[in-house]
């Protein structure tokens, strides 16, 4: 047994793979193994794997048909001995004390799950602008702790999973698994993970490095999109209703489901939308008969009335003013991209 299996799912990333393997085997502690998750790479991200592992007898290379990073972590988890598990991804980097420190915390508490801090790096047009998010929690030993701590633990979005070490007995005895879902596997993981969690710490530094490039797969049209997003809202409600704290945090299930509304606006405005204007207002139309979306929509009460810009789109929506709620969301996006090169203006 080693102390921690870092699981990595790999597929056609060969641009970035090489780095972010090395910055895993520069780790100062070495007591882990590696598990990397070849999803049916077209490019040389297999062979740039079987390379490492060669050179390394702490890295474990599979082979697999394309299945989706889902079930590639399955497929590592299936292989996995450490006593906590890691997820990283290929197209991120990390500091070399990730193990060290957090496996320190980890063991000294026995902890279910460490959460630490994390650098989001934002690459547009050779430029990098970089941002830290870092947790504001201490420690949550019962469910009730963790429960009622939630809305703030949210604040470092919950959903992902590259910040948090899992005890893998905890995940083994809750059957924690991930879906097939392209989209959004992340989070219905953890919405497993935090049924019945408790024994969570939290370390305030970071070292991960998220890392978003400009016209990623992330930024082109999915068809699919808003029914992937929806899954994951039905799925966060199901996770409240289950700790019987619906009422409570009625609020963030209001904005879980505005967020697949608000998720499908920005799909349809994506340069490689094949729809037009027409087809556009019809998928809004239908999307808007959704009974949640209805509901938080027309509720008085849906907890998003303080969020200025929320209410100016639902204002639009409601009014059937279709093409305005668009130019409204590119205007954003366009501002959003442009922020960095501002500001960077501004400075100078």
Not at 153 to 158: E, T
Not at 181 to 200: C, I, K, P, T
Not at 245 to 272: C, F, G, M, P, R
Request: glycine share 4%.
């Amino acid at each position: 047994m080693v102390a921690v299996s870092i699981i990595m799912p790999i597929y056609n990333v060969m641009d970035t793979l090489e780095k972010s393997i090395q910055s895993l085997l520069n780790q100062t502690c070495k007591d882990f193994e590696l598990i990397l998750v070849n999803d049916g790479s077209t490019d040389s991200s297999g062979r740039i794997c079987d390379e490492f592992q060669k050179k390394d007898n702490r890295i474990l290379v599979i082979h697999q048909e394309n299945t989706g990073s889902g079930f590639a972590r399955n497929a590592g988890l299936d292989q996995a001995v450490g006593e906590y598990i890691y997820f990283s991804d290929p197209d991120d980097y990390v500091e070399a004390d990730l193990i060290k420190e957090n496996l320190k915390i980890a063991l000294e508490n026995q902890a279910n799950m460490v959460v630490f801090g994390y650098y989001e790096e934002i690459i547009s047009n050779g430029k990098i602008k970089q941002t830290k998010e870092l947790p504001d929690l201490s420690v949550l030993a019962t469910k009730e702790d963790f429960r009622k701590s939630f809305r703030v633990f949210q604040k470092l979005n919950s959903n992902i999973i590259w910040n948090k070490f899992y005890r893998h007995r905890y995940l083994l005895e809750n059957n924690c698994r991930f879906t097939g879902q392209r989209v959004g596997q992340d989070a219905l993981f953890n919405h497993l993970v935090y049924r019945d969690l408790e024994s969570v710490y939290f370390n305030p530094v970071p070292y991960y490095h998220y890392v978003t490039r400009i016209g990623s797969a992330m930024n082109r049209y999915h068809s699919d999109r808003f029914l992937l997003e929806y899954v994951i809202a039905e799925q966060f409600e199901k996770l409240l209703v289950h700790w019987q704290y619906e009422q409570i945090y009625h609020d963030l299930i209001s904005l879980a489901y505005w967020s697949t509304l608000y998720v499908e606006l920005n799909n349809l405005v994506l340069k490689d939308c094949p729809l037009n204007n027409h087809q556009k207002e019809q998928r809004m139309v239908a999307i808007l008969h959704h009974p949640k979306i209805q509901e938080i929509l027309f509720s008085l009460n849906s907890g998003l009335e303080e969020k200025p810009h929320i209410q100016l789109l639902i204002f639009l929506l409601k009014n059937a003013k279709y093409q305005l709620v668009l130019r409204v969301i590119r205007a954003k996006n366009q501002l959003s991209n442009n922020y960095y090169h501002v500001f960077e203006l501004l400075k100078r």
